[in-house]
């Protein structure tokens, strides 16, 4: 198997199953085909089921109901990356999806010896998926570790397997899990691929984990503290 494609799930209120949908859509249209798609679920029901059953004769899919640590996003990815047997692994979230049905392929054609990792562009959608703005193009910057990403959702990232051997994502984190793996990674192995095409599409909704900290009156006192627990992590 070349590549893996690990999706976290959850039900997100109501909305899991047309998000998983939206997302099961554009694999099933790659061009690239040899891959897996290994789904960690933490929804406290069962309704994706329904969802892999639609796809289950067109995609390779490996599903596991994950009932540990429910409601922490880095455990639930960790455990589908945990779960993965490609070469490359592709980490996608639920609410987000391909822009570019030769996604896979770029991805897989951009790697190389020198590297180990890739982030690629990446725009914005609303719920409806079908209008698209403000595109963001994979870029460093020395201020990662105080939450400056500029690279955006760990849905652009993929990475080769013996990266996620060592590194996972910290299950402390909920803000800043993102910008602390980046920052773990570049450490250990060196510069990634920046891939300065669109190939994902990140949904913001009010349903997303981030809309609702931000709309949290503690919102800023949790990201003080993710920061600092990342500045301590790697910097002191």
């Not at 993102?178 to 994902?200: A, M, Q, R, T, W």
């Amino acid at each position: 198997m070349r590549m893996s494609i690990a999706i976290p799930t959850w039900e997100i209120k109501g909305k899991g199953n047309q998000f998983l949908q939206d997302l099961l859509r554009t694999l099933e249209i790659q061009t690239f085909q040899d891959f897996e798609v290994v789904i960690s679920d933490h929804s406290k029901d069962n309704k994706l089921i329904d969802v892999i059953e639609e796809f289950q004769n067109k995609l390779n899919i490996l599903y596991f109901k994950n009932i540990n640590n429910r409601g922490n996003g880095p455990a639930n990815t960790n455990n589908a990356i945990n779960h993965c047997s490609g070469e490359i692994i592709k980490v996608m979230f639920q609410d987000d999806f391909f822009y570019d049905d030769k996604a896979l392929q770029k991805i897989y054609d951009s790697f190389d010896e020198d590297h180990n990792w890739l982030v690629c562009g990446s725009n914005h959608t609303k719920d409806d998926g079908n209008s698209f703005y403000r595109k963001v193009y994979p870029k460093w910057n020395s201020k990662l570790l105080e939450g400056v990403n500029t690279i955006s959702s760990p849905s652009v990232m993929a990475v080769k397997r013996k990266v996620f051997d060592q590194i996972k994502f910290d299950e402390k984190l909920v803000m800043m899990m993102d910008c602390e793996i980046y920052y773990s990674i570049k450490n250990i192995f060196g510069d990634p691929i920046y891939l300065h095409n669109i190939l994902v599409s990140n949904r913001i909704h009010s349903e997303q984990i981030s809309s609702q900290y931000s709309s949290s009156s503690d919102f800023s006192s949790i990201l003080s503290k993710e920061i600092d627990y990342c500045k301590s992590k790697h910097l002191r």
